[in-house]
């Protein structure tokens, strides 16, 4: 049974920093790819952040470029995401989700882990 | 970025039939995905581009359309689809509509 567990949200307050982890089970977490998914309270989802199976290629939406970082360690089967200068409306539900790199699309997602940015 | 746009709420009775849309702002190709999410879930997987049943998902459900629009199809509608259903497309990049809430009568 796959299994994506995240891990490391909190309350933070601008301009500070936060990592996420999302520790993968269930399949060979090193053969795919995987992103970063988030949710604001009581709206829609937005993609942020992808890494290949291998670290090859990242790519992240623009609204987190250049502040988030994503990166694996295949030997620990976990995904994580650094997120720096933190603003208000990175508040959301983070969620960690495996990549079916054949039809692009998200087969599998965690359960997600809040994020609170607030002063 | 590829806008797709949902209607943001239903409501149905148990047994019938609905027809869930999605309009993209561009053509997607086929390359478009459903997912159900319910109260306090992360999202699941129902349908892959456009027409595929997602492992596990019943046949009540189902997909078509290609280009600019698609729909979802459940029929018939039972108590436990209640759920906020999201298209998802990536054929440039990955957006999301905003989610249709469905309701039952």
């Known amino acids: 049974e796959v299994q994506l567990v995240e891990s490391g949200g909190g309350l933070v307050k601008p301009g500070s920093s936060l990592k996420l982890s999302c520790v993968a089970s269930g399949f060979t977490f090193s053969s795919y790819g995987m992103h970063w998914i988030r949710q604001a309270p009581k709206k829609g989802l937005e993609w942020i952040a992808l890494i290949y199976y291998d670290s090859s290629n990242k790519y992240y939406a623009d609204s987190v470029k250049g502040r988030f970082t994503i990166s694996r360690d295949n030997s620990k089967n976990t995904l994580y995401l650094e997120m720096n200068s933190l603003r208000s409306e990175d508040t959301a539900m983070y969620y960690c989700?495996?990549?079916?790199?054949?039809?692009?699309?998200?087969?599998?997602w965690g359960q997600g882990v809040m994020v609170t940015v607030s002063s | 970025d590829t806008v797709l746009t949902q209607s943001p709420a239903l409501a149905v009775s148990p047994g019938e039939r609905v027809s869930i849309s999605c309009r993209a702002s561009e053509g997607v190709n086929s390359y478009m995905h459903w997912y159900q999410q319910k109260p306090g879930q992360q999202p699941k997987l129902l349908i892959y581009?456009?027409?595929n049943l997602a492992s596990g998902v019943p046949a009540r459900f189902s997909g078509s359309g290609s280009g600019t629009d698609f729909t979802l199809t459940i029929d018939p509608v039972e108590a436990d689809d209640t759920a906020t259903y999201f298209c998802?497309?990536?054929?440039?990049?990955?957006?999301f509509g905003g989610g249709t809430k469905l309701e039952l009568k």
């Open positions: 989700a495996k990549w079916d790199g054949s039809y692009d699309y998200f087969d599998y």
């Open positions: 581009k456009a027409s």
């Open positions: 998802q497309q990536s054929w440039n990049d990955w957006t």
